[in-house]
């Protein structure tokens, strides 16, 4: 039987899980897996698993029907029934005949999922608002349709021992034809629905754009402190918990600046590896939101040894949803933890070394801030009277991006227009 343990999740029947690894030698070293087999476990223990035993196999490619070897397989099974793990997690989007072809090898009842579904569990169990709800159930969703196949006809991987049955969250057990199309007309109202949400978001941020108060995005990989330093500041109450993806629905918090400028703060859903592509897809608007802003504050576990992948990590998928080229100020967070290594960004790029805990280094965080929302770019109406026309031609002559222009039936002319901040301090008198 499963023992009980403390881990957080209280009340829940705890897994006792294997991780399986493959690694190549040359894209993956031996030491890269087992820092991502660290990660894994740290995912396995947020959805409430205990990690019994890792194996790791050197493959030049993952066997298409196994994933590991037969041999490999055949050590995994007896390690399985020695050690009574029931559930096995493989670091790596698994196709759904390898997962049948695993479970084939494995001692009864014990099941297998990937990286994703662990994933796609977390968020199943994290998410709390409706929208974020939806989100996660379109993710999964999305992630099992495919996987109905090759399953003799039955959801198969629904629910198998009953229990706490990680990454197996989702849609009830019936056969395969009826559940493909309630699934299909699942997937066609919650599109719907998240559709309608996200006009509200729309309205809701381009209210925010019109404000022409500078919006910051706190991002980062997951775990780094994000919620922990809006509470700081803001006294926002968002969970912060040494778990990963604490934060799935994003909170907006004024703040001001000690100058008196007043910024928005928006935390965000966190940024890990591999996150599975259906997640970004039905968390794009989310995720779009927080790449928005004018300015991005990238958190960074300072005490993190790969802190330099997870910074790599969160630039790219910044820049895929096209937050390229804004300011970006880079916060190494938990500097009161001991580390044997200074973490650097490279030359030009703005740092600054904070600890969310004890509150240290947050001044210089504040004026780098400072620094950058006065360079920020932002949205403002300005109203020119007809003697006013050498200032209109200044604003065009900055490179003001023109939003809309609109000529009064008195000759004058209001326009709003993205600029930066030396630019509306001389336009000043004409903003409305
Ligand atoms: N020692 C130390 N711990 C910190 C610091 N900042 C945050 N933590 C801890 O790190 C853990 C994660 O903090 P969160 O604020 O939840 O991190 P997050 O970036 O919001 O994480 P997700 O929402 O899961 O993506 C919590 O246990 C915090 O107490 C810090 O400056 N020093
Ligand atoms: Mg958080």
Redesign the pocket.
């Known amino acids: 039987m499963p023992e009980k343990y403390e881990n957080g999740n209280e009340a829940e029947e705890t897994r006792r899980c294997a991780l399986v690894g493959v690694y190549d030698g040359q894209n993956v070293t031996e030491d890269e897996c087992e820092r991502l087999a660290d990660e894994l476990e740290c995912l396995a223990f947020t959805a409430g698993a205990v990690v019994i035993f890792r194996l790791t196999q050197q493959r030049t490619s993952p066997d298409n029907r196994t994933y590991i070897g037969k041999g490999k397989l055949t050590e995994l099974s007896s390690l399985c029934e020695q050690n009574e793990v029931d559930l096995v997690i493989f670091d790596d989007e698994l196709s759904p005949s390898q997962i049948k072809n695993i479970e084939d090898g494995l001692p009864d009842g014990v099941d297998v999922i990937d990286r994703s579904m662990l994933i796609l569990d977390i968020f199943a169990r994290h998410a709390v608002t409706g929208e974020g709800k939806l989100q996660v159930e379109l993710a999964q969703l999305r992630y099992s349709a495919p996987r109905l196949v090759g399953h003799g006809g039955e959801m198969s991987r629904q629910g198998a021992t009953g229990g706490n049955p990680i990454g197996t969250r989702g849609p009830g057990e019936t056969k395969l034809e009826r559940d493909r199309r309630r699934m299909r007309a699942r997937i066609a109202s919650l599109e719907a629905e998240l559709r309608e949400l996200e006009k509200n978001r729309r309205t809701m941020r381009a209210a925010r754009e019109r404000s022409g108060t500078v919006r910051v995005s706190?991002v980062?990989?997951?775990?780094?402190?994000?919620?922990?330093?809006?509470?700081l500041l803001t006294d926002a109450g968002?969970?912060?918990?040494?778990?990963?993806?604490?934060?799935?629905d994003p909170t907006t918090r004024k703040y001001r600046l000690p100058s008196g400028a007043e910024i928005l703060l928006t935390?965000t859903?966190?940024?890990i590896r591999k996150l599975p592509h259906h997640l970004v897809s039905a968390f794009r608007s989310t995720l779009e939101e927080a790449a928005s802003a004018d300015i991005i504050l990238i958190?960074v576990?300072a005490?993190d040894p790969e802190y330099a992948e997870h910074i790599a990590v969160t630039e790219d998928i910044l820049i895929s949803l096209g937050a390229e080229g804004k300011p970006v100020i880079y916060a190494f967070?938990?500097?009161?933890?001991p580390a044997s290594f200074i973490p650097r960004v490279g030359a030009g790029k703005r740092s600054v070394y904070?600890?969310?805990?004890?509150g240290?280094g947050v001044d210089e965080l504040l004026s780098a801030l400072e620094t950058t929302v006065r360079a920020a770019r932002r949205v403002t109406t300005f109203l020119f009277p007809p003697s006013a026309s050498s200032e209109l031609s200044r604003l065009y002559r900055a490179g003001a991006e023109v939003v809309s222009t609109e000529y009064l039936p008195d000759g004058s002319v209001r326009v709003t227009a993205t600029v930066d901040e030396a630019t509306r301090g001389q336009l000043s008198d004409f903003a409305v």
């Open positions: 706190i980062g990989y997951t775990n780094a402190g994000k919620s922990t330093l809006l509470n968002i969970l912060a918990e040494d778990k990963l993806f604490a934060t799935l935390d859903v966190g940024f958190i576990d005490s967070n938990k500097c009161d933890l904070i600890s969310a805990k004890t240290r």
